[in-house]
């Protein structure tokens, strides 16, 4: 057996993001940890680490029965049939930042899609939030979706309804690469409703799910798969979200892995926006409005600063301050000489006549027989 078919084979023995199955990989390797299980006998250096053994006893057990009806080269094959691909650590398309989770680094990534996993999370951005969101939030994930993809950066989502897929979509409107990280396998359509986006995804993006083919997702693996959305990208944005949500249990693991998470602030009468308040409140997340302001966050310091804003520019922005002064004395109704709007803007008379005439050219005013007056606005 290969390092790519015995980690196929525990993939099926060990449930994902087991810590253990973990630990006994890095010790062991692959081929070794098939065989420990087989023979139910754990290594003494990492025997003596754990304090737990019955547990660890109960644990191989476990993995033996599964082992036992694994057919790794059938998963192998059925994935290649269904177009999909296994990666494993050490592989060309293998992303390194997946290392960081440890021990709970998955023994392996099914892959289905054109892209490469790897390349497209280079400059990636979790895009996440709730699944009843309301058209604020789906409008709000749809900008950012396109915002992210034109300037370069592939969103990372989980595929669910709401926010996840408005953040898709929205990514495929910009002819980029998109993320799809499922907690079923990739050959599942979940939910079933976005059977055509995941088509979409495969054609222009890639599919992602530790899960091998035919597994169907459970409530656990939905928490357990948001440890690699966050683990996928720089940052982690998000949208909309109410105080228990699967959103916030992505937050936590992006906080866990130091990376950047903001959210974006709702109404404080939506329920939708709890979380993302609360995020804020507690100072665990940035505040970010734009697809221009979470680049400034997760992006190379100097080279991706989001634009300052500032309001509209009027007419009056231009005007030099005595100028701005001498208008301010000028009457709407009324008609004051030039003196008498000298003494009221604090300026002197020959400065006072240029900026009259100024703003006489510029429209600001208008003459009168008896001196100066505020020109009316034009209907």
Not at 18 to 24: A, E, N, T, V
Not at 297 to 308: E, I, K
Request: net charge neutral.
């Amino acid at each position: 057996m290969n390092e790519l078919e015995a980690r196929a084979a525990l993939m099926r023995a060990a449930d994902v993001g087991d810590p253990i199955m973990g630990r006994l990989l890095d010790h062991c390797g692959a081929h070794d940890t098939v065989t420990v299980i087989q023979k139910g006998i754990i290594p003494e250096p990492f025997a003596t680490n754990e304090s737990r053994e019955a547990l660890l006893q109960r644990r191989l057990r476990r993995w033996l029965a599964r082992l036992e009806i694994a057919d790794p080269a059938a998963d192998l094959t059925a994935g290649e049939q269904a177009g999909a691909r296994l990666i494993i650590p050490g592989d060309q398309e293998w992303p390194t930042q997946l290392d960081q989770l440890g021990h709970g680094r998955p023994i392996g990534i099914w892959l289905s899609g054109t892209a490469d996993l790897r390349f497209s999370c280079l400059k990636s951005v979790a895009v996440v939030g709730a699944r009843a969101a309301t058209s604020y939030g789906v409008h709000v994930a749809s900008e950012f979706g396109v915002g992210l993809s034109e300037t370069g950066w592939t969103v990372v989502s989980g595929g669910a309804y709401g926010i996840d897929g408005a953040a898709h979509r929205g990514a495929l409107a910009a002819d980029s690469p998109t993320v799809v990280v499922l907690a079923c396998g990739v050959d599942i359509s979940y939910p079933s409703g976005h059977h055509n986006l995941f088509a979409a995804v495969r054609d222009q993006g890639v599919i992602v799910s530790e899960c091998p083919p035919g597994v169907p997702p459970t409530r656990g693996r939905f928490l357990i798969r948001n440890r690699l959305i966050a683990a996928l990208s720089r940052g982690t944005v998000v949208v909309e979200a109410a105080l228990r949500s699967g959103a916030l249990n992505t937050a936590k693991h992006a906080l866990a892995l130091d990376r950047h998470l903001a959210a974006v602030p709702g109404p404080v009468t939506s329920d939708m926006s709890v979380g993302c308040h609360h995020l804020l409140r507690e100072r665990k997340a940035i505040c970010v409005t734009s697809p221009e302001e979470m680049i400034d966050l997760v992006g190379a310091l100097g080279d991706d600063l989001a634009p300052n804003r500032r309001g509209p520019i009027l007419p009056r922005d231009s005007l030099s301050e005595p100028t701005r002064r001498v208008l301010d004395a000028i009457p709407t109704r009324a008609s004051l000489g030039p003196a008498a709007i000298a003494v009221a803007a604090g300026v002197d008379l020959p400065t006072t006549l240029s900026a009259l005439g100024s703003l006489s050219a510029a429209g600001f005013i208008t003459r009168t027989p008896t001196g100066w007056r505020l020109q009316k606005p034009s209907p």
